[in-house]
C-alpha cells in the first residue's frame, strides 16, 4: 500500500480554536500555576512586600526541596495505587547512616576528617541503603502481597529507630563541608554560572519544542500553529530567565563576606559584592524532575507505571511484569529519600533523629495537590512538585505573617481537602473519569 | 487429516475444591472458527485463559502446530502467537490507543525511549483498515465507545500477525453495526488463515460464525459439532442438559 491514498483526515491545521486550545497546555497546569501565584501575591501583600523578595523566594526553593524531590517518586508509588507512609522515616535512617559514616565510621577507619572521598563514601552508602529498604518494602507488597499501607505503616514506626539505634539518639554533626553544599545556602552556583545555566536549559527547551514540532510534521500529524509554538518558547524563556535573575539578585550579606573573602574569588570585603544564585540542592531537585519526567513519559518502565495504575489486570495481561514493576518503583522511592536525606540533613548541618517528621504527609500532600489521583492511573511529575511548592508558600507565608502554629496546619489540611474537592469538580466538568 | 494449529489434550485446572475444567481435550485447524458454548460458570473461560497464559494448567497437554507447547504466562502464549481479546477488554483506560496498542511490546528508538510518534503513525494506518471512522487517536480510551475500544483490542491482535486468536465474547458491549463489522473482521481473519476461538452466549451468532461448536457444562466437555450437521435446537439442549442429542439418540 502506498501512500498516495486520498487523505480523508481534515486538514493538519484545524480551524478555529481560542488562544489557549492552541497552545495545547494542561489547564490544570495553568490552574496550579494560578494558585500559586494566588497565594504568593496575598502574602506579598499581608507581609508588605517581604514574601515576594529575593531573599524569600531563595528560601522558599531551598525549604521545598527535599520534599519535592520525594514528591516525584510518590507520584509512581500512588499512581500504581499504592502508598508510601515510610518516606520520612527512610530519611531519618539514610541520613542517620550518613551522618554515621562520615562523622564516626570513615575517620575511625584511618581516613581523616575532610578527606575528598568521605563525603561521596556516604553518599554512596546512603543511597544504596535507601534503594534496598524501598526494594524490600516493593518485594514484601508486590511479592507477597501484603498492602502498601501496612508495610509502609510499618516501616514508618521501624526505620526512624533503626536510625536512632545507629546514633543512640545523639545529633551527628557536623557534617562534611563538602557534603553540605547539597544543603542549599552552603553550596550556591553564583552569578555566571546559575546564568550560564540558564542559557543551556532555555537553548534546550528551544530546541525540544521545535524538534518535536518537526518530527510531528515528518510523520504528517497534526501540529499547532508556528505562533502558539514561538509563543510557548518565548513563555518558557522567559519563566527560566526570570527565576535565575531572581536568584541571582540575592547577594550574599557583607558580613558573610568579610569572614572568607577569597571564598567569593575577592581579596577584601569592601566592593566584592558576590550573589548566590541558583542552590546546588534546587539543581539537584530540577534535575531529578528532568530524569524522572523523561522515565514517566519515555521510557517503558514508565509506560508500563501508568498502564498498571491505570488497570493492572490489564497490565498482567499484557505480559507486564507488575510485581518487580513494584519492587523496582519502592526501590526508587528509596533512593529519592536517601537523596532528600542529603538535602535536608546538609541544610541543618547536623543530623538529628526528628529529620524528616511528618514528611510522609507532606509528601503524599504534594502529589495530590499537584493531581496524583489516588484511585490510581494519573499524575505528573511537575505536578507534584508545584504542590509542594504551594504547600510550603502556604507555610513560610503564614509563618512570615505570624499565623499562630496550631492554625498554620489547620489552613494547610483544609487547603489538601480542597484542592482535591476542586479536581475532582474538574474532572467531572472535563468528563473524564 | 493436517495437524491442528492448537491441539488441547486432557486439560484439567481446579481453584480450591472447584473442579473448573475437568479433562477436556480440544482442536482448532487454521482457517477455522471455533466457538464454544455453555452457562455461565461452564469453564469456557478457564479453559481459554490456560491457553492464553492467564491460568497455568493443573494437568494436560497443550500442542501448537504439532510441537509441545509450555505456556505458564501472557508473555509465552504471545511467543506462540496466540493473542488474545478479553471479555472485559484488558485495556488501561488511562492511556492512549497507540499505548494500548503496544502495551508490553512498545516500539522503542535508538536510545532506547519509548517511540510514541512512531507507534501513532502505525495506530493510525491499522486503524484506516479495521476501522476508518476511528479518530480519536491522542484521547485516553476511557474517552472511546464501545465500538472504538474492541477495535482497539482486535487491532492488537492483527497488528502483532497472530496465527491463534481468542475472542472472549468480543460483541457483548457492541451495538448492531460495530457487531456486523466485528463479524466481517472475523471472516478476513479467517480468509488470511489464523485460527480462531470464540466464546459467546449467543447461539444463533455463533452459527453463523464458527465452522464447529464446542458445548461445556460444569467443566466438562459435551461434545464438538460441525454448524452443518446440528440445529440450534440441538445446541441449546447441549448446554442445557448437557448431553449431546446424537450420542442420546
Known amino acids: 500500500m502506498t501512500d498516495s491514498t486520498t487523505d480523508t483526515r481534515p486538514s493538519p491545521t484545524a480551524p478555529k480554536r481560542s488562544f489557549l486550545s492552541s497552545l495545547e497546555i494542561d489547564t490544570r497546569l495553568l490552574g496550579m500555576i494560578g494558585a500559586f501565584i494566588l497565594v504568593a501575591l496575598v502574602f506579598n501583600v499581608l507581609t508588605d512586600g517581604r514574601f515576594l523578595t529575593p531573599r524569600n523566594i531563595f528560601n522558599l526553593t531551598i525549604q521545598t526541596a527535599s520534599v519535592a524531590i520525594m514528591a516525584t517518586g510518590m507520584v509512581f508509588v500512588i499512581v500504581t495505587r499504592h502508598i508510601d507512609l515510610s518516606v520520612g522515616a527512610i530519611l531519618a535512617a539514610c541520613s542517620a547512616l550518613m551522618a554515621m559514616t562520615q562523622?564516626?565510621?570513615?575517620?575511625?577507619?584511618?581516613?581523616?576528617?575532610?578527606?575528598?572521598?568521605?563525603?561521596?563514601?556516604?553518599?554512596?552508602?546512603?543511597?544504596?541503603?535507601?534503594?534496598?529498604?524501598?526494594?524490600?518494602?516493593?518485594?514484601?507488597?508486590?511479592?507477597?502481597?501484603?498492602?502498601?499501607?501496612?508495610?509502609?505503616?510499618?516501616?514508618?514506626?521501624?526505620?526512624?529507630?533503626?536510625?536512632?539505634?545507629?546514633?543512640?539518639?545523639?545529633?551527628?554533626?557536623?557534617?562534611?563541608?563538602?557534603?553540605?553544599?547539597?544543603?542549599?545556602?552552603?553550596?550556591?552556583?553564583?552569578?555566571?554560572?546559575?546564568?550560564?545555566?540558564?542559557?543551556?536549559?532555555?537553548?534546550?527547551?528551544?530546541?525540544?519544542?521545535?524538534?518535536?514540532?518537526?518530527?510531528?510534521?515528518?510523520?504528517?500529524?497534526?501540529?499547532?500553529?508556528?505562533?502558539?509554538?514561538?509563543?510557548?518558547?518565548?513563555?518558557?524563556?522567559?519563566?527560566?530567565?526570570?527565576?535565575?535573575?531572581?536568584?541571582?539578585?540575592?547577594?550574599?550579606?557583607?558580613?558573610?563576606?568579610?569572614?572568607?573573602?577569597?571564598?567569593?574569588?575577592?581579596?577584601?570585603?569592601?566592593?566584592?559584592?558576590?550573589?548566590?544564585?541558583?542552590?546546588?540542592?534546587?539543581?539537584?531537585?530540577?534535575?531529578?524532575?528532568?530524569?524522572?519526567?523523561?522515565?514517566?513519559?519515555?521510557?517503558?518502565?514508565?509506560?508500563?507505571?501508568?498502564?498498571?495504575?491505570?488497570?493492572?489486570?490489564?497490565?498482567?495481561?499484557?505480559?507486564?511484569?507488575?510485581?518487580?514493576?513494584?519492587?523496582?518503583?519502592?526501590?526508587?522511592?528509596?533512593?529519592?529519600?536517601?537523596?532528600?536525606?542529603?538535602?535536608?540533613?546538609?541544610?541543618?548541618?547536623?543530623?538529628?533523629?526528628?529529620?524528616?517528621?511528618?514528611?510522609?504527609?507532606?509528601?503524599?500532600?504534594?502529589?495530590?495537590?499537584?493531581?496524583?489521583?489516588?484511585?490510581?492511573?494519573?499524575?505528573?511529575?511537575?505536578?507534584?512538585?508545584?504542590?509542594?511548592?504551594?504547600?510550603?508558600?502556604?507555610?513560610?507565608?503564614?509563618?512570615?505573617?505570624?499565623?499562630?502554629?496550631?492554625?498554620?496546619?489547620?489552613?494547610?489540611?483544609?487547603?489538601?481537602?480542597?484542592?482535591?474537592?476542586?479536581?475532582?469538580?474538574?474532572?467531572?466538568?472535563?468528563?473524564?473519569? | 487429516m493436517t495437524t491442528p494449529l492448537v491441539e488441547m489434550k486432557n486439560v484439567s485446572i481446579a481453584f480450591g475444591g472447584v473442579q473448573a475444567v475437568d479433562n477436556v481435550s480440544i482442536n482448532l485447524h487454521a482457517g477455522e472458527v471455533v466457538g464454544l458454548l455453555g452457562h455461565n460458570g461452564a469453564g469456557k473461560s478457564t479453559l481459554i485463559k490456560m491457553l492464553s497464559g492467564a491460568y497455568k494448567m493443573d494437568s494436560g497437554e497443550i500442542w501448537i502446530e504439532g510441537e509441545r507447547a509450555t505456556i505458564h504466562s501472557p508473555r509465552d502464549a504471545r511467543d506462540y502467537n496466540i493473542e488474545t481479546i478479553y471479555q472485559t477488554l484488558a485495556l488501561a483506560d488511562n492511556l492512549d490507543a497507540a499505548s494500548n496498542l503496544f502495551l508490553g511490546r512498545e516500539l522503542i528508538t535508538g536510545l532506547g525511549f519509548v517511540d510514541d510518534d512512531r507507534m501513532e503513525a502505525e495506530t493510525r494506518k491499522i486503524m484506516a483498515r479495521l476501522n476508518p471512522n476511528f479518530k480519536k487517536l491522542k484521547e485516553p480510551v476511557s474517552a472511546l465507545s464501545g465500538g472504538q475500544r474492541q477495535s482497539v483490542a482486535i487491532a492488537r491482535a492483527v497488528y502483532f500477525n497472530a496465527r491463534i486468536l481468542i475472542m472472549d465474547e468480543p460483541t457483548a458491549a457492541l451495538g448492531v453495526h460495530e457487531t456486523a463489522m466485528v463479524a466481517e473482521l472475523i471472516q478476513e481473519l479467517k480468509k488470511q488463515g489464523l485460527g480462531i476461538f470464540l466464546i459467546s452466549h449467543d447461539t444463533r451468532e455463533m452459527m453463523e460464525l464458527c465452522d464447529r461448536v464446542a458445548v461445556m457444562k460444569n467443566g466438562q466437555m459435551v461434545g464438538t459439532e460441525r454448524v452443518e450437521d446440528v440445529t440450534e435446537d440441538d445446541i441449546l439442549s447441549m448446554i442445557i442438559l448437557g448431553k449431546n442429542p446424537r450420542e442420546a439418540a
Request: charged share 10%; aromatic share 10%; proline share 4%.
Open chain 1, 103 to 433: 562523622v564516626r565510621w570513615l575517620p575511625g577507619l584511618g581516613l581523616e576528617i575532610g578527606h575528598w572521598a568521605i563525603p561521596w563514601i556516604a553518599i554512596t552508602v546512603g543511597v544504596i541503603f535507601g534503594g534496598m529498604i524501598g526494594a524490600f518494602n516493593g518485594w514484601l507488597i508486590g511479592y507477597q502481597g501484603i498492602p502498601a499501607f501496612i508495610v509502609t505503616l510499618g516501616g514508618f514506626l521501624i526505620w526512624r529507630n533503626v536510625g536512632w539505634y545507629q546514633t543512640a539518639g545523639q545529633t551527628i554533626g557536623p557534617l562534611d563541608s563538602t557534603f553540605m553544599t547539597f544543603g542549599g545556602i552552603n553550596g550556591t552556583l553564583g552569578g555566571p554560572l546559575s546564568w550560564g545555566l540558564g542559557v543551556i536549559a532555555i537553548a534546550a527547551t528551544v530546541i525540544l519544542i521545535f524538534n518535536a514540532r518537526r518530527v510531528k510534521v515528518a510523520h504528517d500529524f497534526p501540529v499547532k500553529p508556528l505562533w502558539a509554538e514561538v509563543t510557548l518558547a518565548v513563555i518558557a524563556t522567559a519563566a527560566i530567565a526570570g527565576f535565575i535573575a531572581i536568584l541571582t539578585n540575592y547577594g550574599v550579606p557583607e558580613r558573610v563576606v568579610a569572614r572568607d573573602p577569597a571564598k567569593y574569588g575577592c581579596e577584601v570585603a569592601e566592593g566584592c559584592n558576590p550573589v548566590y544564585g541558583l542552590p546546588i540542592s534546587v539543581l539537584l531537585l530540577l534535575g531529578i524532575a528532568v530524569v524522572m519526567t523523561v522515565i514517566a513519559r519515555r521510557t517503558r518502565f514508565g509506560r508500563y507505571i501508568f498502564a498498571t495504575g491505570g488497570n493492572p489486570d490489564a497490565a498482567e495481561l499484557s505480559g507486564i511484569n507488575t510485581r518487580f514493576l513494584t519492587v523496582k518503583i519502592f526501590a526508587l522511592m528509596g533512593v529519592l529519600c536517601a537523596i532528600s536525606a542529603i538535602v535536608a540533613s546538609s541544610r541543618l548541618a547536623n543530623h538529628s533523629n526528628d529529620l524528616g517528621t511528618l514528611d510522609e504527609l507532606r509528601v503524599i500532600a504534594a502529589a495530590v495537590i499537584g493531581g496524583t489521583a489516588l484511585s490510581g492511573g494519573i499524575g505528573t511529575i511537575y505536578g507534584a512538585i508545584l504542590g509542594a511548592l504551594i504547600m510550603q508558600s502556604l507555610q513560610s507565608g503564614m509563618a512570615m505573617v505570624g499565623v499562630d502554629a496550631p492554625l498554620q496546619n489547620i489552613v494547610v489540611g483544609s487547603v489538601l481537602v480542597f484542592a482535591v474537592f476542586i479536581d475532582i469538580q474538574y474532572r467531572k466538568r472535563m468528563g473524564a473519569k
